[in-house]
């Protein structure tokens, strides 16, 4: 499994970005795939999956209410919509795919994911 995420940027505080994480192999067979972050100085944190069986979505709450995780089946790539962007979403953004389990706490935790992409940077300025 491959993965490729692109989108990150700058922007300033209330605007958007889309991150994309292009996948290769078997991803979509798999349990899911969830996005994660990483500002400097602190641990990776949970931003937001989904579960292929049903297409269910769990986010975390700084997140709830402004960005959206999907997929489109036909380019193989999993998406993050990041609307009303604030400072502190300032981090770097990576994409994994969880092989798995599907447990609601299994989606939360970094070690249950299995592959991950190279990370995109998001800056948000004030």
């Known amino acids: 499994v491959q993965l490729q995420a692109s989108g990150g940027g700058l922007v300033q505080a209330g605007g958007s970005l889309r991150l994309s994480c292009a996948a290769s192999?078997?991803?979509?067979?798999?349990?899911?795939m969830g996005w994660f972050r990483q500002a400097p100085g602190k641990e990776r944190e949970f931003v937001a999956a989904i579960r292929w069986s049903a297409g269910y979505a769990y986010y975390a709450d700084p997140v709830k209410g402004r960005f959206t995780i999907y997929r489109d089946n036909a380019k193989n790539t999993l998406y993050l919509q990041m609307n009303s962007l604030a400072p502190e979403d300032t981090a770097a953004y990576y994409c994994?795919?969880?092989?798995?389990?599907?447990?609601?706490?299994?989606?939360?935790?970094?070690?249950?994911?299995?592959?991950w992409g190279q990370g995109t940077q998001v800056t948000v300025s004030s």
């Open positions: 994994a795919v969880k092989s798995d389990g599907t447990g609601y706490y299994t989606w939360f935790s970094e070690h249950n994911y299995d592959y």
């Open positions: 192999g078997r991803t979509f067979s798999n349990s899911g």
